[in-house]
């Protein structure tokens, strides 16, 4: 949240010229850590007087307000929310309020729900789906609406807008947590915020709204059953909503016309990928369209297979891999969901592919093939493999070489991490693969991070987060040798990850579970993985409440610079004929990925002292 106060103070802001915009962007950037974008500001400057003037005129100055409201355990932020007391029952009221500027929007390709307005490039989500969609993630996450929900009703204002010029957009349902109200129908909102809230303070309200605890993530692997077979579980913001209503559309016109059109999704960690690709599935798999979920990660295919068709087969069929459609007939599905997109191989052929199907045709190419809507979704900094060829890219020049559609969606927000994307940024730069190099962190309050310096230190603060509730696993980069053989004799996992006295086993190679530790697919997943030392292969596409990575001599800090060691690698895929530019881009968002699986907090231990030196230098005692 950037600003707090009461709507007659803020109205006195407003009147100050730029005065409320500064006070904003002063607090944007001591929370965020570089100054907001020109058009925020622009919005703050014309939208918040008009919302402050009219709350006032409304008689409800006593109303508290509160400014770009950070949504739990994301980047999402409410432009406003307003704290009061209900005039019926007495008991705390909240009103999520979408400032627009829009003087006019109309659907996009007669779909309602997509907006199409002339300062924007690309297609928006309808503001009343927009706001209600806030609505439901605030009631979801903040535990002091738990008991309450009906407490939270959603209003968009667009006080330049007549009713003339959206009138296209009012073919969306109206609700309590959705209605939208134009400037020419001030006196209807100034009407419908006094049913919502009395001419009394709120300021107790909002210290009850804002001292409401978050409840945990609900993680996905954990919701998949109910997500695929019964309804939806996951309530999607913004572009994330967006990506889903184009994927919707594109397969409304296929099915209306034989329209072909790829989509691609593309974000960092935790923007909600798989939440999106589960979504999907699970309203089209209800409505009974033709469509199934691929990736190239045997652990994430496994999980789900295992997770969502626990008892019922035949949605475990549902799940495929990349390479398992390479007989399928053109356009057979209408929709394909390629999740882990970033994993694409060059071709489907390995060593066990019979002859007549070694023709090199590009697996993207297959993929298009497959179905009517096939849809991609990816992180190009997750590409952690050679001939691991997933970029926005070259699925679109992919799609033109077969002359098709192809449509964009970019997912900004960050819901992994605790939301943070101040983290997220922080580790592309210290990896050295955005930004100008490694940065010292500063706390945001959102994910915490630590620096130890053993590994038996790792594991037992891990273990003592464990003990309070909270999931935790280990990861290390691919450094130690994999035992891959048990034999019948053993009692215990073999000791792969050796680090002075201390050590401990790999992940469990192989699908079945043995001496107490889980199959290598179900690491991730299963509370018994705790013990052994996940891999990139195994964590890649999960997430854990608390994240231990181990930093292994593939990667230190010499001097001024990081040096990758590709000596140090164990990793099977790197071969001599991998050039070394591929093995450093690669071992470098190896480490992105480890460094982003924890939705609370991470904690990182080099094997290098002058890393673990510079590590220090980075990470605060207090962060």
């Not at 703050?44 to 409800?60: D, K």
Request: proline share 6%; net charge negative; charged share 25%.
């Amino acid at each position: 949240m950037l600003f707090r106060e009461s709507a007659a103070s803020l109205a006195q802001h407003t009147h100050v010229e730029g005065r409320i915009s500064e006070v904003l962007a002063e607090n944007f950037l001591h929370r965020h850590h570089h100054q907001p974008h020109p058009s925020e500001v622009r919005s703050w400057e014309r939208s918040i007087p008009a919302l402050a003037n009219t709350l006032v005129e409304a008689g409800l100055g006593a109303v508290e307000v509160l400014l770009e409201y950070g949504l739990p355990l994301t980047s999402k932020r409410a432009d406003v929310i307003l704290a009061g007391v209900h005039p019926v029952t007495g008991e705390p009221s909240y009103v999520v309020v979408e400032l627009k500027q829009w003087s006019e929007a109309h659907p996009e390709d007669g779909d309602p729900l997509r907006c199409r307005v002339d300062a924007y490039p690309e297609p928006v989500l309808n503001p009343i789906e927009q706001v209600r969609g806030y609505c439901d993630y605030l009631v979801s996450f903040n535990g002091a609406l738990e008991r309450a929900p009906e407490s939270v009703a959603g209003v968009a204002y667009l006080h330049n807008a007549t009713e003339f010029g959206v009138a296209g957009l009012r073919t969306v349902v109206e609700d309590h947590r959705g209605r939208m109200f134009t400037g020419e129908q001030r006196g209807a909102l100034q009407h419908h915020l006094r049913a919502l809230l009395a001419p009394k303070s709120g300021a107790d309200a909002a210290d009850v709204l804002l001292q409401g605890k978050v409840r945990p993530s609900r993680q996905l692997m954990a919701v998949a059953a109910d997500e695929v077979r019964t309804r939806e579980q996951f309530v999607l913001l913004d572009e994330q909503r967006l990506a889903y209503e184009t994927v919707m559309s594109a397969v409304r016109k296929a099915r209306r016309s034989h329209h072909k059109q790829v989509v691609v999704v593309a974000g960092g960690p935790g923007s909600g990928k798989s939440v999106i690709a589960l979504s999907l599935l699970g309203d089209l798999y209800r409505r009974g369209v033709p469509a199934l979920h691929a990736t190239g990660s045997q652990s994430f295919t496994k999980t789900m297979r295992k997770v969502a068709g626990a008892r019922k087969p035949e949605v475990q069929q549902l799940f495929r891999y990349f390479n398992s459609f390479m007989e399928a007939e053109p356009n057979d599905l209408d929709v394909l969901v390629c999740d882990e997109a970033h994993r694409l191989r060059r071709t489907s052929a390995n060593r066990y592919t019979r002859a007549a199907l070694r023709t090199g045709r590009p697996q993207v190419a297959e993929l298009m093939d497959a179905a009517r809507v096939p849809v991609f979704l990816l992180d190009q900094h997750q590409v952690v493999r050679p001939g691991e060829m997933g970029t926005v890219d070259e699925i679109r020049e992919a799609a033109a070489a077969q002359g098709l559609e192809c449509t964009v969606v970019r997912l900004d927000s960050q819901f992994r991490c605790g939301g943070s994307e101040a983290y997220l940024g922080w580790v592309t730069g210290l990896l050295g693969l955005e930004g100008d190099g490694p940065t010292v962190w500063e706390p945001d309050g959102k994910v915490q991070l630590l620096t130890v310096d053993s590994p038996q230190e790792l594991e037992e603060l891990l273990a003592a987060r464990r003990a309070e509730g909270y999931g935790a696993r280990m990861s290390a980069g691919y450094c130690w040798k994999w035992s891959k053989k048990i034999t019948p004799g053993m009692t215990a996992l073999p000791p792969d990850v050796v680090i002075g006295g201390w050590e401990r086993p790999w992940n469990l190679f192989g699908e079945r579970s043995l001496l107490g530790a889980p199959p290598a697919a179900l690491w991730a997943t299963d509370p018994a993985g705790f013990g052994q030392v996940g891999c990139v292969y195994t964590a890649q596409g999960f997430e854990y409440d608390w994240s231990g990575v181990i930093m292994g001599p593939d990667l230190v800090w010499r001097t001024d610079r990081w040096v990758v060691d590709r000596t140090a690698s164990k990793d099977p895929v790197f071969t001599k004929a991998t050039p070394d530019e591929d093995v450093d881009r690669l071992v470098r968002n190896t480490y992105k990925v480890l460094l982003t699986r924890g939705m609370i907090g991470t904690v990182v231990y080099s094997t290098d002292p002058e890393t673990r030196e510079k590590l220090r230098s980075l990470m605060p005692a207090d962060a």
